[in-house]
């Protein structure tokens, strides 16, 4: 009788733990913890006082907003399935559950089929090859946000490779084609100036003959070749386009002329709204020039200043030497222009690779390039080390970026394309994972995380102003306000800064700084006045800006006029401007007749051109000839006698 009841004990005590009654069981959760919520508007110091006099201490606030506590207890003297049992009877206590465990969703079955793909230690070092786990740029859980090659409006997103050669026939590559060119016809079909520039350009020869060569092809796989497709090996980018151009070496001239290309096709793209061109996002420079200065190549900088302005990141190579460039130089790593990202290459143990630069100031960041897994011609594959290939981990990160930024971001990015351009740099200089052997080497002090970047710019600030212009009329020795909203779209706060050019005496803001929540706006007041002032029009521009967003310029006009006279404020009028942005001039219809007063302004707020003239029905357009002005940013201003217009116009860069 005694055996029976001992056996029959034995199996209550097994039934009733956790673990134990079913020992096949994964535990997913943390043994002594539980999730509690209060109810609603219940005195919650009063319900835990009351059960820690039942063994269960408070070990955390989870969300005192919403009323969740973390409990912990002894969880040999109780199971958590008896601790939820318990709590579940207390009527202040709305929902008990376990603390769980939770992991990322990195999945070996999730992962590219591709047969060289374990082999990438730059995308998942799992330690291979002696490598340390963890030293890749976390390409896999990037993929679970995008592999890549669409932007969020649509765009096919491409990256330029300017090297000695590639492959055009490697099955694991997806090449930009110009659809708009007849091949081998003899004609510029497309008119972008270039003659039968199908595959692209080869800026040697004048024509679209893209030579074999191992180092171009083996630089675009790691940057783009096709993920998943159990062939070969995996880009950083699954699905974006590559444009071959052969214009690596020899002279600086063929290296202008091959960016000189880059910049034709994204204009094209721009100007045409993506029917011609490509949407080109990234040029990938794995050349140089070792112990260069940056003031004797002041044309190949120039360039890069230009692609960086309509949008184009520009990503070098520093050099395959082990010397600092800050004191020996190097080119593109001495430049100073803010669209270049300069890479050092480090090895699968987080280690700067024995002849890889460095630079304080100059580079950048590294990226992963030693040993690097990559194609070869003739759809072959192979391995190489250098700077070379740790850059195009970089401009493929770019192109991810893209793929995987919002709508939001796009169409900003496309209204201010140099700030969109900036502040893809940023994303990926602060998401870098830091590193011992980088620390006081690079500009980042780290090797590059594509996961944090993508993470960055996904929960960055977005800035929202509906204002491109603001216009104020009063009479003299008067003051007036004008409020408007700033509202940030994002996820993370937004830290701005307000300021206006030469510092104009009559316009004050309620706050030059500040920060804004995601999803959060603010009331900003501009104060006008104009004490001492003269009768006339006076213009500033206003520029919101910060570390993390792309910024927006506002223009500001003042008119003041003499208060003896009745005033009315007049009327704003439809102006049709066309094409904006543009290239030399640009056209402004309007329905109003009259004397019109036609004045542009620069983006300091200075008068550029102005003239007074008459329109009628037969006689609407005002044009504005701009060809010897500098690209940029300029700011219109049109007073006929039916009321005024203001507007904002960009000059591409030419």
């Known amino acids: 009788m005694r055996l029976i009841l001992l056996f029959i004990c034995l199996n209550l005590i097994l039934i009733g733990s956790d673990g134990f009654s079913q020992p096949n069981k994964t535990i997913d959760y943390n043994r002594g913890e539980v999730l509690i919520q209060l109810k609603n508007n219940t005195n919650s110091q009063r319900v835990l006082s009351n059960i820690e006099t039942k063994g269960y201490m408070m070990k955390e606030v989870v969300s005192e907003r919403f009323g969740i506590y973390l409990l912990s207890f002894d969880y040999l003297k109780q199971t958590n399935s008896a601790a939820i049992n318990l709590l579940k009877a207390e009527k202040d206590i709305v929902n008990v559950q376990n603390n769980h465990f939770v992991s990322l969703r990195e999945n070996e079955e999730l992962l590219p089929d591709d047969p060289y793909f374990p082999q990438q230690w730059a995308l998942r070092n799992t330690g291979q090859n002696n490598g340390t ?24 997103i491409v990256i330029a490779i300017i090297d000695s050669g590639s492959d055009l026939d490697h099955i694991d590559m997806d090449f930009w084609k ?43 796989g790691i940057a783009a070749a096709k993920g998943n497709d159990n062939y070969a090996i995996s880009g950083v980018n699954w699905g974006v386009k590559v444009l071959p151009i052969i214009g690596s ?56 200043d230009s692609l960086g302005r309509i949008g184009v990141i520009s990503v070098g190579a520093t050099a395959n030497q082990h010397y600092d460039v800050d004191e020996e130089g190097d080119i593109p790593s001495a430049f100073t222009t803010d669209y270049l990202i300069t890479v050092t290459n480090t090895n699968n143990k987080d280690k700067l690779y024995g002849v890889a630069a460095w630079g304080d100031t100059a580079v950048d960041l590294s990226a992963p390039g030693t040993q690097i897994k990559s194609l070869y011609v003739n759809s072959t594959v192979g391995d190489k080390t250098g700077t070379s290939m740790a850059a195009p981990h970089v401009s493929g990160s770019v192109a991810l ?40 080497k690079t500009v980042s002090g780290g090797r590059l995380n594509v996961f944090n970047a993508l993470n960055n710019l996904i929960n960055a600030p977005v800035l929202n102003i509906e204002n491109d212009s603001i216009f104020e009329e009063l009479s003299l020795d008067t003051e007036s306000e ?37 999803g959060g706006s603010l009331d900003l007041i501009l104060y006008f006045d104009n004490a001492d002032m003269d009768t006339g029009y006076y213009e500033t521009i206003m520029t919101i800006d910060g570390p993390d967003f792309i910024g927006k310029n506002i223009k500001v006009v003042m008119h003041v006029y003499d208060g003896l006279n009745i005033r009315i404020n007049p009327d704003v009028i439809d102006v ?49 000839n701009a060809a010897n002005m500098a690209g940029g940013i300029y700011y219109y201003r049109i007073k006929s006698p039916d009321g005024l217009a203001v507007g904002k116009i960009v000059k591409r860069f030419n």
């Open 576 to 624: 049709s401007v066309f094409p904006n942005p543009f290239n030399n001039s640009v056209s402004f219809v309007l329905d109003n007749e009259g004397l019109i007063q036609f004045d542009i302004f620069d983006s300091f707020g200075r008068l550029v051109y102005g003239e007074e003239t008459y329109l009628d029905k037969l006689n609407n357009k005002l044009i504005w």
């Open 249 to 304: 070496s020899t002279n600086e001239a063929i290296v202008v002329k091959a960016l000189s290309y880059v910049y034709t096709i994204r204009e094209t793209y721009d100007l045409t709204n993506g029917e011609k061109g490509a949407f080109i996002v990234a040029d990938n420079c794995s050349f140089g020039v070792d112990g260069g200065l940056a003031e004797d190549y002041p044309i190949w900088e120039a360039m890069y």
């Open 401 to 440: 970026l893209l793929a995987g930024a919002d709508i939001n971001f796009i169409q900003n990015y496309k209204d201010n394309p140099g700030d969109g351009a900036l502040a893809i740099k940023q994303h990926i200089l602060n998401g870098v994972d830091p590193l011992e052997d980088l620390e006081g």
């Open 133 to 156: 786990e963890g030293a890749d740029i976390d390409a896999t859980n990037a993929w679970d946000i995008t592999t890549g090659g669409l932007t969020a409006d649509g765009d096919t």
């Open 482 to 518: 004008v409020s408007m909203i700033i509202a940030n779209d994002g996820i993370n706060n937004l830290n701005f800064n307000l300021s206006f050019n030469n510092n104009p005496s009559w316009i004050t803001t309620s706050v030059n700084e500040g920060v804004i929540e995601g």
């Open 178 to 220: 110009n659809k708009d060119e007849i091949p081998d016809n003899g004609i510029d079909d497309d008119e972008n100036g270039y003659v039968d520039d199908y595959n692209g350009w080869n800026a040697f020869q004048l024509n679209d003959n893209i030579v074999d060569g191992n180092h171009g092809i083996h630089v675009s």
